[in-house]
């Protein structure tokens, strides 16, 4: 994977999640904690949110990371499709401590733990020249 879709991901903390059931979509911003080795989202909510309930039903998702800025010249973004899973047990207690690490405010509210792995990401990057895109897909 290219450096520069890493070191975009690191610099960002919220990804728009989109889930779909009966040809109905629906969008969820979510605080993440980005595995490296995994190459995998972690972010946690409830099974009972309208995108957990829907997690539940169609474990295929999409989302995306946005730099937001009036600067032509700065635009970014990286779009993926994933597969979501609802972790339990031992992984589940692990990925609690780690993101609550990174946000120790989500005591107040920790729910269930999700973890979207990604199979098709791109990132769009206009520093690097205008509608400048770098494709990462995962090989089997």
Known sequence: MDPKIINFINEHHVLTLATSINDQAYVANCFFVYLSKENAFIFTSSPETRHGSEMLINKR??????????????????QMMANIEKLEGVEERNMKIA???KYPFAVLKLETMWKLTPDFMKLTDNSLGF??????????
């Open 61 to 78: 998702v999409a989302a995306n990371i946005v730099l937001e800025t009036k600067t032509v010249g700065k635009i970014q973004g990286l």
């Open 99 to 101: 993101y609550l690490k």
């Open 131 to 140: 509608g400048k895109k770098l494709i990462w897909t995962k090989e089997d």
